[in-house]
Every structure is written in structure tokens, then in C-alpha cells.
């Protein structure tokens, strides 16, 4: 009955075995291009420069601000430009736009590369600062010419009501050892002089003997 049924009905059963079979090729072809799609992702990830720029109080002291400029990504950036909207006039009375690297640009910037300088402090003219913002716009190419395109937004508003309590370990530490080296260096030199005191055997046997005879007085009016 079973072979019959299967004679009889062999036509269609070739159809249906031959739809599955182009499905089947379809989904294995839609799988394969989607591997193929993340691997292409996964190496140009790799091999994929971005130029971060931001802004950080320094450990010394919150109210000194840096701005730092930094490959955060795997791959070489090359030709890197910078866009300064509305140019911003530093505490020196120079403008950010003066800057060499701003001004004609980067060739080259490695992975993990950094550049890490002095912006403003905020202890003068902080209200004026926090209302005023601007952006920084970079333009920059990987290994193979692809262009890429960031902007940032320089808020300093961000800082505002920002405490610092003490101060960092490792600068206190490298303070006081630079005044242990004034202190050997005045005694070196002899701007100052150590004061020595001598106590000869003599000396000592009679402090000794003192200090016995206040002990044996303190514990006789004790009794």
C-alpha cells in the first residue's frame, strides 16, 4: 500500500523534496553572507582608528582643566584635521586655533597615542565659562582611506559643583620627598646644621642611677 501510495503520488513528492531543498540552500546562503558581513565587520574594527577628544580636571588639582586628545581605537588614524566652532580663547590670551596641530593638523596618530596639554582653569571667570560651549569637529582616515567624522561638545558646565578632598597619594608622596631633598641638601651644604647631643658611659650610669632613685622614692611614699 505504502509503495503505491508513493508511485502514485511521485511527482509531487519530488516537488515538495525540491522546495525544501531551495529553502534550505536560500537560509544557508542568507547565513553564510551574514558570517561572511560580521567577519568584514570584525576586521575593519580591528584595524579601525577613533579620535576622542575630552576634557578632565587634573589630579592636582580639580579647578586646572586638560584637554586630551586620544586614538581610542585599534587602527592608525592618518590626516587628521580639526574644527574649532566658535574658536576658544585660552588663559593665556591665545586662541585654541593658534595651536600648531590644530592649525595644520596631525599626519599620523597611532593606537592608544596621546595628547594631553593645559586648557583653562576654572577658578577665574567660572560663571562666564559654564555658559559657554563649543564643539570640536574631527576629521581624520583610516589605512586605506576611509573618511571618518566625530564632534565633540566642550561643556564645562559639567563641572560645576565638583569638590576635591585632599590630595592625591602619589603627589603628596612626590612632595614630601622633595622636602626630605631640601632638608638633606641645606644640611649638605651647611646652610643648616644638626644638633648633636654626647653622652659619655659616665653620663649614662648617672641618668640610670636618677631614674632608680625617683622609682625606689615614688614606691616607698606608695607604701
Known amino acids: 500500500m505504502i509503495l503505491e501510495f508513493l508511485g502514485q503520488n511521485e511527482s509531487a513528492f519530488t516537488v515538495i523534496f525540491s522546495a525544501v531543498v531551495a529553502i534550505a540552500t536560500i537560509v544557508y546562503a542568507i547565513l553564510t553572507w551574514r558570517l561572511v558581513s560580521e567577519t568584514q565587520k570584525m576586521r575593519e574594527v580591528q584595524t579601525e582608528p577613533k579620535i576622542s577628544v575630552i576634557v578632565q580636571p587634573r589630579e592636582e588639582w580639580i579647578g586646572l582643566i586638560d584637554m586630551i586628545i586620544q586614538n581610542i581605537g585599534l587602527g592608525p588614524a592618518y590626516n587628521i584635521k580639526f574644527e574649532i566652532k566658535p574658536d576658544y580663547e585660552k588663559y593665556d590670551g591665545r586662541s585654541l586655533s593658534d595651536y600648531g596641530f590644530i592649525r595644520n593638523g596631525l599626519k599620523y596618530f597611532g593606537p592608544n597615542q596621546k595628547l594631553q596639554f593645559f586648557l583653562t582653569s576654572l577658578t577665574e571667570k567660572f560663571e562666564e565659562k559654564i555658559k559657554n560651549s563649543f564643539e570640536i569637529k574631527v576629521t581624520y582616515q583610516n589605512y586605506i582611506g576611509k573618511i571618518y567624522e566625530d564632534i565633540y561638545v566642550v561643556d564645562f ?67
Open 157 to 223: 558646565s559639567q563641572f560645576d559643583g565638583l569638590n576635591q578632598l585632599g590630595k592625591p597619594p602619589l603627589h603628596e608622596i612626590a612632595e614630601n620627598i622633595k622636602s626630605i631633598q631640601k632638608d638633606i641638601n641645606s644640611i649638605s651644604t651647611g646652610w643648616h646644621r644638626m644638633k648633636i647631643i654626647m653622652y659619655t658611659k659616665e653620663d649614662v650610669e648617672e641618668e640610670m642611677e636618677q631614674l632608680r632613685s625617683r622609682y625606689q622614692s615614688k614606691t616607698e611614699e606608695q607604701k
